[in-house]
């Protein structure tokens, strides 16, 4: 029964794909190009910045690129925290083994957090201070 109901949505699937013609080469108006524009600068004049402060090409690109994983790590771990905590408290009251996985899963996403907080403070520690 179960591979009879498989082959079927097999089979539905394949005859439900069909082929999709663009009618219209413009896909980017003036507006939002001018808006992709404006924030690429500012993303370049933000990266030259760092180079300026740091007093070096590699230095201020890695400084920059510490800052946005700092930035983007915020959501990320606090997702897969969330994760964890709905693991260790909703679904391992009956289930041990899947309690113990989101205790992990809190414990990983907290340590990468705090990892990805300090990095970027250890490393302007480290190249302004002790850098000669």
């Known amino acids: ?22 009618t219209n080469t413009q896909v980017i108006n003036k507006e939002t190009e001018s808006q992709l524009v404006q924030i690429k600068e500012k993303e370049l004049n933000s990266l030259e910045d ?3 402060a740091y ?3 590699s230095y201020g690109l890695t400084a920059y690129l ?12 606090f997702i897969g925290i969330a994760v964890g905590a709905i693991y260790q408290y ?3 009251i009956r ?3 899947v309690r113990d ?6 414990i990983s996403f907290v340590t990468i ?15 302004k201070s002790w850098r000669g």
């Open 1 to 22: 029964m179960k591979k009879t109901v498989a082959i079927i949505f097999i089979v539905l699937c394949i005859f439900s794909i069909s082929t999709v013609y663009a």
């Open 95 to 97: 289930k041990i083994d």
């Open 113 to 127: 957090f705090v990892i990805c907080q300090v990095l970027p403070l250890i490393f302007a520690i480290v190249v």
């Open 55 to 57: 007093g070096s090409d």
């Open 90 to 92: 909703v679904i391992g």
């Open 66 to 77: 510490l800052n946005k994983v700092r930035i983007y790590s915020i959501p990320f771990c």
């Open 101 to 106: 996985r989101g205790f992990g899963l809190i």
């Open 50 to 52: 760092y180079k300026k």
